[in-house]
């Protein structure tokens, strides 16, 4: 009885969550999982400090968790929008893919 009185407390917090904060948390590899084993601790150290900015900027109000949008970090240099759209229309309809790069660091 307490388990469902839980999990509808939660699906009611989720269903008021207008910014779908509950959205912030997927993909998040954290240090000590099973899905953490093989992960560099290089690459370890930039999805924390990826986070770290996502949960500062989550702070504001007027920022949100897109439903929509699908960030994609690491990806390799050579891959480009029609090689991501068309993996990603595996998956389901893609209205418009944009690659964003760091060209500043991507030289170094």
Known sequence: MVKAYLSLVILQKILKDTRNLHLAMEGVIKDGTSAAEGVSKTDMMKRKLAFK????????????????????????????????????????????????RDIQHAKQ
């Open 53 to 100: 900015a996502k949960k500062k900027k989550l702070k504001n109000v007027n920022h949100f968790v897109s439903r929509d949008r699908l960030c994609i970090r690491n990806m390799p240099a050579k891959f480009g929008e029609s090689e991501l759209k068309k993996l990603m229309a595996k998956y389901g309809h893609v209205r418009q893919v944009k690659i964003m």
